[in-house]
């Protein structure tokens, strides 16, 4: 009989979003009469903007035509898409790329978690904590950990707690790591790292011969001007970076599904015996053997999201999102509700009211308000405590569930 990977029988008993859903279900059966809002997962709710949808359209149109037909497509993503991301989203900032360092993928989720695959298992790995869960139950699937401990951390895993008293910016590793998972704007917390932050951060890496994972997903929806969108405004992270970034919250793509990752070309790592060799060549390797490339339409419609037309579309819904996030952080601060976030992210992370457990918090909100948000402790230990609600919604939707908490919390 055919063995199983063990490793999985380490992680907890449900992925914390399935969690959720299962006991939104049970509710929702229970009380049929009940409006639910979800303001849980980040999942977007506003339509593709028109720009986007018709360059969507038109490649759709091209496949039906055998002069404009597209079978395979380059793994790494059209040479066009990837100059059009480049001179766009980096170029402004002052960063210079090629093409052949930009592969276009079907969102960030899956590269943050293929990209263990270039990495020898032997590597050192440091997480934040809270964390978004893909970054540690997939270093447990590859077998990297050992079991759950009492703390609530797999052995093996270095982490890294991101609490109240460091600003939710998690401190540098208590030992030597070869891979640092970053996320800024952050999820769960919605915290931003400014430039002195992520520049403490290259010079470490640079200093320990570690590479950071830089995951980006949120960077366009930073508000403020002296906020980094990109590890590349810092000078030699080229040398110990790779980022990811994200069409689905940023564009709506998250049923869609389109991301990238950024590898430089003078990014190395050693083999066994020593020798440095360049992580642009093993992803592009491991792209060009497990991945069939995205789709010619997503990459036309991704390539729109940059238009002067289909920015200033996709700007305007990001806006109207942040404004979400205004709403609810101010709506509860005024209940005397401690908030985070919100302000260069879609999040905001608050500290439980009345000194409640996540979960508890959770089910209070859903069975006596009707909201349902995201349970602090689902993204590490350090959660405990606290609770994320996503701005993703409809203007009306949130404004009556902050209404609904002020009523049952507000002073």
Request: hydrophobic fraction near 35%.
């Amino acid at each position: 009989m055919a063995r199983i990977n063990d490793n999985y029988l380490k992680l907890q008993a449900g992925y914390l979003f399935p969690e959720i859903s299962r006991r939104v279900s049970e509710f929702t059966q229970a009380n049929p009469d009940a409006t639910v809002i979800r303001l849980g997962i980040g999942d977007v709710t506003k339509p593709l903007v028109p720009a986007v949808l018709k360059a969507f359209h038109d490649g759709v149109d091209e496949m039906a035509d055998a002069a404009t037909f597209h079978g395979y497509g380059p793994e790494q993503g059209y040479d066009w898409c990837a100059q059009i991301i480049i001179d766009k989203a980096y170029k402004p900032l002052g960063v210079e790329l090629k093409t052949s360092e930009v592969f276009i993928s079907d969102g960030s989720k899956c590269d943050s978690a293929n990209i263990l695959d270039i990495f020898d298992i032997s590597n050192k790995v440091a997480i934040g904590d809270p964390v978004y869960p893909v970054y540690n139950d997939t270093n447990v699937m590859v077998g990297r950990s050992g079991e759950l401990n009492s703390k609530g951390y797999y052995e093996g895993l270095v982490y890294m707690p991101c609490t109240e008293e460091n600003g939710f910016n998690p401190e540098f590793p208590s030992e030597k790591v070869d891979l640092i998972y970053l996320c800024f704007p952050n999820n769960p917390t919605g915290t931003v790292a400014t430039r002195e932050q992520l520049k403490a951060w290259v010079d470490y890496a640079r200093e320990n011969d570690s590479i950071i994972l830089f995951d980006a997903a949120y960077e366009a929806f930073i508000t403020e001007e002296d906020i980094p969108h990109s590890i590349y405004e810092i000078e030699g992270a080229r040398e110990c970076a790779i980022e990811f970034r994200s069409f689905s919250k940023t564009a709506g793509f998250t049923g869609v599904r389109c991301g990238l990752t950024v590898i430089p070309e003078e990014l190395m790592g050693t083999t066994a015996t020593g020798e440095k060799y360049s992580f642009n060549k093993l992803w592009n390797r491991r792209q060009s053997t497990k991945f069939n490339g995205v789709s010619y339409p997503v990459q036309k419609a991704a390539a729109a999201v940059y238009s002067d037309e289909g920015w200033a579309q996709v700007k305007e819904i990001i806006d109207y999102y942040m404004a979400n996030a205004q709403i609810i952080r101010e709506g509860l601060t005024a209940a005397g509700i401690t908030c985070y976030g919100g302000i260069n992210a879609p999040y905001i992370w608050l500290k439980t009211p009345e000194g409640m457990t996540s979960w508890d918090f959770f089910d209070k909100l859903l069975n006596e308000c009707f909201v349902v948000g995201t349970p602090g402790s689902g993204f590490g230990p350090s959660g405990e405590g606290y609770f994320r609600l996503s701005a993703f919604g409809d203007r009306e939707n949130v404004e009556t569930a902050v209404q609904r908490i002020r009523e049952k919390w507000g002073k």
